[in-house]
Nanobody
């Protein structure tokens, strides 16, 4: 059972930056961090959870939702078993709980059907 723990959320003013991190643990001897694509999703109050960004197992495939392109950057560090979401030029509409997700299949991951999810971290952007 892979465990995902997010950190880095907080309160920031419009135009500010935050960096979210997601560390994967409880990987078994037969699976490694490289076996999973990593993604970020968010859910604002009263709205459905939406896809934000994803990175493939080797870091080659990367996708973003249109609303964050040019502002957010997803990356992964295999030595630390960690995925990172760098968020710049934040807007009030970015306010949400951000969730980290992991799945071995990239398409399944980006569709929101990931097998593993973190507990979420709150991001609030004030106007």
């Amino acid at each position: 059972q892979v465990q995902l723990v997010e950190s880095g959320g907080g309160l920031v003013q419009t135009g500010g930056s935050l960096t979210l991190s997601c560390v994967a643990s409880k990987l078994t001897f037969s699976t490694t961090f490289s076996d999973y694509g990593m993604g970020w999703f968010r859910q604002a109050p009263g709205k459905e959870r939406e896809f934000v960004a994803a990175i493939g197992r080797r870091g080659i495939m990367i996708r973003y939702v249109d609303s964050v392109k040019g502002r957010f950057t997803i990356s992964r560090d295999h030595a630390k078993n960690m995925a990172t979401l760098q968020m710049n030029s934040l807007k009030p509409e970015d306010t949400a709980v951000y969730y980290c997700a992991a799945h071995s299949d990239f398409v399944t991951l980006t569709s929101g059907q990931a097998r593993y999810w973190g507990q979420g971290t709150q991001v609030t952007v004030s106007s």
